[in-house]
């Protein structure tokens, strides 16, 4: 059955990605809580990742919760229940669009540049370099981009919940002539300790398998420029999808009871 | 001028290794011998798996078979907390430098000294200043980033990291390609000096004969996976193999046939 090959070798490959993957984590995750902590490379990691991705985080979420009020009512209007926006707006924001978003620009942006920052390094010895200097690469290059990763995103996450529910705010004050106290008060009253939680724990995860993916392709990367170049894309793409599929798990497990 | 005496004790010790890149054997059975204060350098056209031999011995490459000994101690298949103690013996010095970008020279040269031993970053800028100093570079040069540099000042900026620490045992992979002729003479007589004072234990790789007469005491030639000639740098011109012989001449006829022609 010659059709039954490639599907079965594919499969073993997948499986053997997903084994080398998981070591790769392990190893990692242990680098990180085993010291010593590099804490100048953490903080430097942290600016890096949290930091410079303010102004694409907050860009992104301003626009989301604008578009959010705006579709909503036009949506809602048809069965007069344009009151329900600002619940809409704090719900889908905090539960689904603040993480999700955030987490896939912060996948563009941060994955790819850390995939191709450690790929050079791979690809000039500068790995093997600080292994002969007695530094290991995964406690120095690793893990404190995961430290960082796991515990930057829920605070990018949390800003743009924010800011996307003032996106929101803006156009119903502004657009549709909500009043500014009422609109204010249903979203307090709507929004649960739970939604926003979902959220944050969600951006953990993400930044962890954003870092996890930028630093996995970067490190296995070979063969020179090029080599740096698929590992930037592998690393970028690896992570997107790892997000949404982790998004739905996420989700399940906290509303799906 | 060799401190090696027949049973004196070896720093290196390497056997029977083999490694291979898929279907290519680079290294085909090698055996090599580095006495404790000796000077080893390896010579070899290239392509015939010098610097993955050096990588080897560092565990940067994993054999497929063979044995290797450092201060009689087995390196091949050692778990990370061992290999991490070993390499603290080491000093290496890249082919192509391999400098960390992210950081500027001095911190280069003061890596080992920061992240390996725990020193204070202010002393160990002195002490990287100083070893700049040794390969003839100034302080200033000490703020640049390496993208800065020129290919023999990072050359330079290399063999100052590789020697900071002060190891043991140290490898200089071409240390003296792209210098010009007075810095290569200033880089031998620097590494004859870390063999003299340092009472390290080097081995290099060069294809410049002028510098493996300088700093060798003893010149082992690499050919189709094995050391074919090994002995004292005194008797390089009368070893009576004709492979060393046609190397250390640089003919293009003779025993060994470099692939340029395409058929
Ligand atoms: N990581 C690798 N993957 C595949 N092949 C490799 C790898 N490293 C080295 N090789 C091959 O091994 C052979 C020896 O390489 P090596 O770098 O040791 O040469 P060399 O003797 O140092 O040459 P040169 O004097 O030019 O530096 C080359 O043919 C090279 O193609
Ligand atoms: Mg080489």
């Known amino acids: ?257 | 001028m060799s401190p090696r005496t027949n049973g004196a004790a070896q720093k290196i010790q390497i056997r029977g290794l083999h490694k291979s890149f898929g279907p290519k054997v680079v290294l085909d059975g090698l055996d090599l011998d580095v006495a404790v204060g000796e000077s080893v350098v390896v010579i070899g056209g290239s392509g015939t798996g010098k610097s993955v031999l050096l990588k080897c011995i560092l565990g940067l490459l994993t054999p497929d078979s063979g044995s290797i000994k450092i201060d009689g101690e087995e390196v091949v298949g050692l778990g990370s907390r061992d290999r991490d103690r070993v390499l603290r013996k080491f000093g290496m010095l890249f082919q192509n430098a391999a400098l960390f970008d992210s950081l500027p020279v001095w911190e280069n040269v003061a890596f080992g000294l920061i992240q390996g031993e725990g020193m204070d970053r202010t002393d160990a800028k002195k002490v990287a200043i100083e070893k700049l100093a040794a390969v003839g570079m100034t302080a200033e040069v000490g703020e640049l980033s390496p993208a800065e540099l020129s290919g023999g000042m990072r050359k330079r900026v290399g063999l100052a990291r590789a020697i900071a620490t002060a190891p043991e045992i140290i490898f200089f992979d071409e240390p003296t390609t792209g210098l010009d002729p007075i810095m290569g003479d200033v880089i031998n007589d620097l590494i004859v000096k870390c063999v003299q004072e340092l009472g390290a234990t080097t081995l290099s790789i060069t294809h410049d004969m002028a510098s493996a007469r300088k700093i060798a005491h003893r010149v082992a030639m690499l050919y189709d996976g094995k050391i074919i000639w090994a002995g004292p740098v005194a008797n390089i011109d009368g070893s009576g193999n004709d492979y060393v012989d046609q190397f250390i001449h640089g003919r293009a006829e003779g025993p060994i046939q470099m692939q340029v022609r395409a058929d």
């Open chain 1, 1 to 257: 059955m010659p059709i039954l090959q490639p599907i079965g070798r594919t499969f073993l490959i997948f499986l053997a990605t997903a084994g080398r993957l998981s070591l790769f984590a392990a190893n990692g995750l242990s680098h990180s809580v085993r010291p010593p902590i590099y804490m100048r490379l953490i903080t430097r990691q942290m600016i890096d990742i949290g930091y410079y991705s303010l102004p694409v985080d907050g860009s992104t979420a301003i626009f989301t919760g604008m578009v959010l009020a705006l579709q909503s009512y036009t949506g809602f209007a048809r069965f007069a229940a344009e009151s329900a926006i600002p619940n809409v707006v704090v719900v889908s924001i905090t539960r689904e669009l603040g993480p999700v978003l955030a987490g896939l620009m912060v996948a563009g942006r941060v994955g790819a540049a850390m995939a191709a920052e450690i790929g050079t390094m791979r690809v000039t010895e500068q790995i093997d370099a600080l292994d002969t200097l007695a530094t290991n690469p995964f406690k120095y290059l690793v893990a404190p981009r995961l430290i960082a990763g796991i515990t930057t995103l829920p605070l990018l996450v949390f800003v743009a919940d924010i800011i996307g529910v003032f996106g929101g705010y803006v156009v119903s004050i502004y657009k549709l002539g909500f009043n500014p106290s009422i609109y204010l008060k249903n979203t307090i009253d709507f929004v649960e300790v739970e939604d926003v939680a979902s959220g944050l724990v969600k951006a953990a995860v993400f930044g962890f398998l954003i870092t996890l993916m930028g630093c996995y392709h970067g490190y296995n990367s070979k063969g020179g420029a090029q080599g740096v170049g698929a590992a930037t894309t592998n690393a970028v793409v690896s992570a997107s999808i790892l997000i949404l599929c982790f998004n739905y798990f996420i989700t399940e497990m906290f509303f799906a009871r």
